[in-house]
């Protein structure tokens, strides 16, 4: 019977691992265009949730609470991009280097990867956690928040800085499966989350009525749980990520290592964050002369913004595990050869970004604002229209940055983050006074259009360099 048992046992598990080998994605072989979009389209479906979680709350919000609720909320925006885009960085950059120990199959060095993303998830949560809780409200102040929704405002974004390490946590799970090629897992469980995080808004909104508070516990909870079953799932499906206790501890290698490509990824976030504090400063500004409708409207038409360029992220999503993976494999000619593809995927999905912006963006505004004013849909349609002329630019942005991040070349990347908050406060401080409306409008694209130029340029010198210092190489 125990010999039987054992048998069924081995046959089992043979079919448990199979199906693991399935779910994990080996982008070193095979078609480069192929493997980058099986790859991208579950990060484009988790994208699309991700944004979903703050269009519902943006959504309930704007129809339960009023306008002054939903331009609460959305002046929080650039805020928690600033603190979360940090984190979540971080949690990237563990990503790829996850992504280059299972490309180089250094399965021991995977394993201590994990276990160091987890150790150090927990400190970068805690840092930022204490310090931005007790400060939100001194920052919306900074940020010039008109007074009839400071309160709002603050309420929302305490209790969303209060969760961090749930937030972290569940991009460190997603970003350590990716880093394997598993981008489908993710996906499932996000998407369960995001159908939590309806129900959660409305019931904490609409029943409890605790208001713009509300949105942000359905948010943060939603977060937590989808972590919770990305961890569980990740620790008994994969041997490959199962630790033990020695691979949990600090040595300055690994450290080193982990954080030499999650901090620049995280400043770079962080930096171009203070380049859109900047902008939403502006916004906020003209808000307090012109009433809320000009900060309601410009958070709906940066939904739509959002919702119409979530390709992207995705695409640089894909680059960098794909780079990351045959960088580890020592693969210079793949890496090459799905770089040419990636740049004609951005010349699609710049289009279908701006066709959205144009032809859907007032339909799409429409499900923000109870009963939107003209005054709105012009605002938000003047702004759309706009940045519709230079998707391209902003495509090449997630490319070419994440691509080189992918590769170890972290620094330009962190300095195209200060190229785009130089750009920001450039184009306000010179055009806000004389021309109001307008330096929103053309503050993001003339940044994108200057920073995108200088990833392409960067990521070609590195690919010179490469085919000269690789010629030899049959890879």
């Known amino acids: 019977m125990r010999v039987e048992a054992k048998k069924h046992g081995q046959i089992f598990n043979y079919f448990i691992n199979q199906g693991v080998q399935i779910m994990t994605k080996d982008m070193t072989m095979g078609s480069p ?27 309930i919000v704007g129809q339960y609470l009023g306008e002054d609720a939903l331009a609460a909320v959305g002046s929080t925006g650039c805020l928690m991009f600033l603190v979360l885009g940090f984190a979540n960085g971080i949690a990237q950059g563990f990503g790829v280097m996850v992504s280059h120990a299972f490309g180089a199959k250094d399965f021991k060095l995977l394993k201590h990867y994990v276990a160091l993303s987890l150790i150090l998830t927990a400190i970068v949560s805690l840092l930022l956690t204490i310090p931005t809780v007790a ?23 305490k209790v969303i800085f209060a969760g961090i390490l749930l937030t972290m946590s569940y991009n460190v799970a997603a970003g350590i499966l990716r880093g394997i090629g598993d981008s489908k897992t993710p ?14 808004d409305l019931f904490l909104i609409v029943v409890v009525k605790l208001g713009t508070a509300g949105a942000a516990y359905a948010t943060i909870i939603a977060q937590g749980v989808s ?5 569980i799932y990740m620790f008994r499906k994969f041997d490959i990520l199962k630790t033990s206790r020695e691979d949990y501890y600090l040595d300055g290698y690994g450290v080193f290592n982990m954080l030499s490509i999650g901090i620049p990824m995280a400043l770079n976030y962080s930096i171009t964050a ?12 003209l808000g307090s002369m012109a009433g809320s409708g000009v900060v309601a409207a410009f958070t709906a038409a940066s939904k739509v913004e959002n919702l119409s360029t979530q390709t992207m992220p995705t695409l640089g999503t894909a680059i960098a595990t794909y780079c990351g993976q045959n960088l580890g494999a020592g693969k210079y000619k793949r890496i090459y050869e799905g770089m040419r593809k990636g740049f004609f995927i951005c010349i699609f999905i710049s289009l ?33 229209n706009t940045i519709s002329f230079f998707m391209l630019p902003l495509a090449w942005i ?9 590769l170890n070349r972290g620094l330009v990347p962190m300095l195209s983050g200060v190229v785009e908050m130089v750009c920001r406060i450039i184009v306000i401080a010179v055009t806000l006074n004389p021309f109001g409306y307008w330096a929103v409008r053309l503050a993001s694209p003339i940044t994108w259009l200057f920073t995108g130029i200088l990833l392409i340029v960067t990521y070609f010198i590195w690919e010179k360099q490469s085919r000269k210092k690789h010629s030899g190489s049959s890879d």
Do not use: H
């Open 187 to 200: 996906l499932y469980f996000l998407i369960l989350s995001s159908f939590l995080n309806i129900v959660l």
């Open 135 to 157: 400060a939100s409200r001194q920052f919306l102040i900074l940020m010039k928040t008109p007074d009839n929704i400071l309160g709002l405002a603050d309420s929302y974004i």
């Open 274 to 285: 203070i380049g859109s504090v900047v902008l939403q400063t502006a916004v906020n500004s």
């Open 33 to 59: 265009l192929r493997m980058i979009l099986l790859f991208s389209v579950p990060v484009l479906l988790g994208n699309i949730f991700q944004q979903f979680y703050n269009m519902v709350d943006t959504i």
């Open 398 to 406: 997630f490319l070419y940055r994440n691509a080189l991040q992918g």
């Open 227 to 231: 972590a919770l079953l990305c961890f």
């Open 352 to 384: 279908a970004a701006s066709a959205i912006c144009v032809f859907g963006g007032r339909f799409i505004v429409s499900w923000f604002v109870s009963n939107p004013s003209e005054e709105i849909f012009d605002y938000a349609m003047q702004y759309l």
